[in-house]
């Protein structure tokens, strides 16, 4: 009965969690300008915002994502997107089907906040000192994909040095932060660090964008 | 493909990252500074950027403006906005339009601004737009020396505009002092002039600092610099040889991020009579605190080959001695060549008015 209630506890812990990483997502995107959001490029967001994360000094939200031949998708994160829509906390527009690689017919529609349910939300997270910083963590990393195109975005996932890795095939894991501690991604936005010169500290910030630009010349070059 | 001890960066290789990190700008450096400052500071710097890549092609002499205003394609879609991605690149010229961006300026949206004079353009953006409210960049190239005007409320506030230099701006341990001496007035010298978070005295009636009462005042000059040199980066707690330096004040080469001038170095002290459990604090341990100033200072300023550099004290102690608490490292300071520079911060505004009647 101690461990029924230790795990629905959790697992309701894990859920809002979720459900707040959606909400702090989906803001940074507006703020940055890239809302209504489609749904390919939140779950590129969400990838590279669990990616990234050590580059922040933090832990993934989900530290494994299944390799699929287009951009990741989490269906646990579109669940917990479909829950907020019905929770009137999103707004979904732009609703159609496409045919995806993997030749399954997946809807494809963009969202955005619904500031009145959304805000106090919002304004509730930014009392916890960790939410805050994941907050300015994923803040940051919508600044820094904000330059890339629309389609460079969706398609990011191509060249990024951990999702892209040719030893991972399609419909295997890629694991970054469950069993495995090597994540090529976080790896490389810090080899920046070592490139600053009279051995200047860069910011985690400096580090994110110079991430994204180089993820940018490599969806140019390719 | 792993290099000297550093992480596994999978297939990719170093020699595409070396080449991005010279060709990429400074964005991401100031992400613990206000919106209104990285606008500028981004602005600043892409102009700067621009310009230095245009200036063999002779320059145009059309205004561009800068809206603090990302969510423009939401608020404005009947607008004909044409999108930039990488805009910090400086490849795109700026003049001619009217540009939305977020605070860091690596994308934009534009629109053509049409031949008309500066008060229909104002018309437009507060009237039209409606968008007189949010913090506005004007470049003015019929202005020599190229200037900006900033309006950080807007220009619906026009009367609130700061002119700031584009190309050549006067970055010199002077400039850069003077500048602190404004943010002291403006934002420390009294309880009542800090902000709710970022108060300095921890009980001012019995002259107790705060413990991160320096990390603070750090946080003050951080942001009053960034947006006094705004083509600068203010960077802060940067490990050195011989420790931690407090305030770096640098301008990097828009043509490579490799190539950087230091232009000066603070190293801050809070001078206190007691420290926060309210034990008194000796005058023997300030006075070797200061000279501990001196030489780190000089320090600093060789290891990272900056300009200039200054011992900046900021006195919370109870009584005012003014300079005077120089004396025992004026020699020091001048053998090193280091600036020395100190103010009281009051512990109440009662105390200061006081103090102000006498003088």
Request: aromatic content about 8%; charged content about 25%.
């Amino acid at each position: 009965m101690y461990d029924t209630n230790c795990d629905e506890l959790r697992y309701g812990i894990d859920k809002l969690r979720r459900h707040v990483r959606l909400i702090v997502l989906l803001n940074a995107a507006e703020n940055a300008g890239l809302t209504p959001f489609p749904i390919i490029q939140l779950h590129t967001f969400a990838y590279l915002s669990n990616v990234l994360s050590p580059v922040w000094d933090m832990p993934a939200l989900e530290g494994k994502v299944l390799k699929r031949r287009g951009s990741p998708f989490y269906p646990a994160l579109q669940h917990d997107v479909d829950r907020l829509v019905g929770m009137g906390v999103i707004l979904v527009s732009n609703i159609s089907h496409v045919l995806d690689e993997d030749q399954r017919w997946r809807l494809k529609c963009s969202y955005n906040l619904n500031h009145p349910f959304a805000d106090p939300i919002l304004k509730c997270i930014k009392e916890f000192e960790t939410e805050r910083k994941a907050l300015n963590f994923i803040q940051e990393l919508a600044y820094a994909l904000s330059a890339l195109s629309a389609d460079d975005l969706g398609r990011a996932t191509s060249e990024d040095a951990t999702y892209a890795d040719p030893i991972i095939d399609f419909d295997n894991v890629v694991d970054f932060a469950e069993w495995e501690i090597e994540n090529f991604s976080a790896n490389a936005a810090q080899y920046f660090g070592h490139l600053f010169p009279d051995q200047m500290t860069a910011t985690p910030g400096e580090l994110l964008h110079l991430y994204v630009h180089h993820l940018h010349s490599r969806l140019r070059n390719d | 493909m792993t290099d000297m001890g550093q992480g596994n960066l999978g297939s990719w290789s170093n020699d595409d990252l070396q080449k991005t990190f010279r060709e990429a700008s400074e964005a991401g450096a100031d992400a613990d500074l206000p919106n209104e400052v990285r606008f500028l500071s981004g602005v600043a710097k892409l102009v700067k950027k621009q310009l230095v890549q245009a200036s063999q092609e002779g320059g145009s002499k059309e205004q561009a403006i800068f809206l603090l205003a990302p969510k423009i394609s939401s608020t404005h879609s009947s607008l004909p906005l044409k999108r930039v991605p990488m805009l910090d690149n400086g490849k795109t010229t700026v003049n001619g339009r009217l540009w939305f961006v977020s605070p860091v300026v690596v994308v934009g949206h534009y629109v053509v601004l049409p031949d008309r004079d500066d008060d229909e353009n104002f018309r437009y953006i507060t009237d039209d737009l409606d968008l007189g409210g949010v913090p506005t960049i004007i470049l003015d190239p019929r202005q020599d020396p190229l200037e900006f005007r900033f309006y950080p409320n807007g220009l619906s506030d026009a009367n609130s505009c700061t002119l700031l230099a584009v190309l050549d701006p006067d970055v010199s341990l002077e400039t850069v002092l003077d500048e602190v001496s404004q943010i002291y007035e403006r934002d420390l010298i009294t309880p009542d002039a800090q902000g709710v978070g970022g108060k300095l005295w921890k009980t001012p009636d019995d002259y107790i600092p705060m413990t991160e009462a320096e990390v603070r005042i750090q946080s003050y000059l951080k942001t009053g610099l960034g947006a006094k040199f705004s083509t600068c980066t203010i960077r802060t707690e940067q490990p050195s040889k011989s420790g931690r330096l407090d305030i770096l004040v640098e301008e990097i080469d828009p043509r490579n991020r490799g190539i950087v001038k230091v232009h000066a170095l603070l190293e801050l002290k809070v001078l206190r009579s007691y420290w926060s459990s309210g034990t008194a604090v000796s005058e023997k341990t300030t006075l070797d605190w200061i000279e501990d100033g001196v030489i780190q200072a000089a320090f600093y300023r060789d290891d990272r080959y900056a300009i200039a550099a200054a011992l900046c004290c900021f006195d919370m102690r109870e009584t005012n001695t003014g300079v005077s608490c120089f004396d025992h490292v004026s020699e020091l300071a001048d053998t090193h060549v280091i600036t020395l520079w100190v103010r009281f911060c009051y512990s109440s505004s009662k105390r200061y008015r006081k103090d102000q009647q006498k003088t």
